[in-house]
């Protein structure tokens, strides 16, 4: 897994690196390794992004870190041709909710491309995910879900430094068009002590921490509020697994399936709306594929089913986070 310290190019030991570091580590190194990766979105160029993931790397790599028009249908609409001229495009959507204006272009453009054609479409769409507090309802929406309904497309849904580094730096590597989901909450509130030299593959989930009493599947920023959950219900001698997802489509039902078989419960918690979605598909697998192995019914936890709010208060009560969590485990514990 993570291997010794790989220092950043500001010339940093490489101690305390935020996820965004990463992710600005993992272009960098994509554009110093492939000649064929640029680097296309509103602002990114001198600018550096309006999160700064793509700070300096116009100095460092001139020509190839471009700034888009105000018009995300444009911008992918020339990422999937350069896409299918052979280049290998990483494009920046300043968040997720815009990434809507784009949608014809992902979903019946780039997603189906190589099924009419044979032809590839190797890019990658980067959607600062998520909510952060007095972001409101245009700035804050986990669009995982929608994405992965559609044949064609990859979506990765990072919750670690090291997965935001190694999955970015796998995805572009990848002849399919990749949906990377980045969380913004998490830009600066996580770090690590270094960058990985390996990870676990694309399409495999992670057991975040071991238990037999109940699994919570989970993704994204949500793992930490799951694993903070857990960490609480062992003081009551509850032993809760925590599987981290990594990536949504596909979907790793496998590892999913052999931890319930050790804890026989299952909750399933998003941050993305509750209507249909990825804490639906984990339960229709599961009660599909492992309705034997289940102690009591499966259940999910998710956002409101509502606009996301401005008010920092009413984000705080609208999204899942470790005390809800611990009081929905606490129910399928006594189930």
Request: with cysteine.
């Amino acid at each position: 897994m993570a291997a010794a310290g790989i220092g950043l190019a500001d010339g940093r030991d490489g101690m305390s690196i935020t996820y965004l570091e990463a992710i600005r580590e993992a272009q960098r190194r994509a554009l110093r390794e492939n000649g064929d990766v640029f680097l296309y979105g509103q602002d990114i160029g001198d600018f550096g992004g309006a999160f700064k993931a793509t700070k300096n790397l116009a100095k460092e790599f001139p020509g190839r870190v471009m700034d888009a028009p105000i018009s995300e249908d444009a911008m992918l609409g020339m990422a999937v041709g350069a896409a299918i001229e052979g280049m290998k495009p990483i494009v920046e959507m300043q968040f997720a909710d815009f990434s809507s204006i784009a949608f014809n272009q992902i979903v019946n453009q780039a997603a189906t491309h190589f099924w009419r054609t044979g032809v590839p479409c190797p890019l990658v769409v980067r959607l600062p995910s998520g909510g952060t507090s007095g972001s409101g309802p245009f700035h804050s929406q986990s669009l995982e879900s929608i994405y992965a309904h559609f044949p064609g497309l990859i979506v990765l849904t990072p919750a670690t430094v090291g997965d935001a580094y190694s999955m970015l730096l796998e995805a572009v590597h990848l002849s399919d068009p990749v949906i990377f989901c980045e969380h913004k909450f998490l830009y600066y509130h996580l770090k690590a002590d270094d960058l990985p030299e390996e990870n676990l593959p694309i399409g495999k989930a992670r057991i975040a921490r071991n238990g037999k009493h109940a699994t919570v599947v989970t993704y994204s920023a949500m793992l930490h509020e799951c694993l903070r959950a857990a960490e609480e219900l062992a003081l009551d001698g509850y032993e809760v697994e925590v599987v981290d997802l990594r990536s949504v489509k596909p979907l790793d039902t496998d590892t999913v399936l052999a931890s319930v078989a050790r804890t026989g419960r299952l909750l399933v918690v998003g941050e993305s709306f509750p209507w249909g979605g990825v804490s639906a598909e984990v339960i229709s697998r599961i009660s599909t594929d492992g309705f034997h192995l289940l102690d009591a019914a499966p259940m999910r936890l998710n956002s409101k089913d509502t606009p996301i709010p401005y008010h920092p208060n009413l984000w705080g009560t609208h999204r899942p986070t470790a005390p809800t969590i611990v009081t929905a485990l606490r129910e399928l514990l006594r189930a």
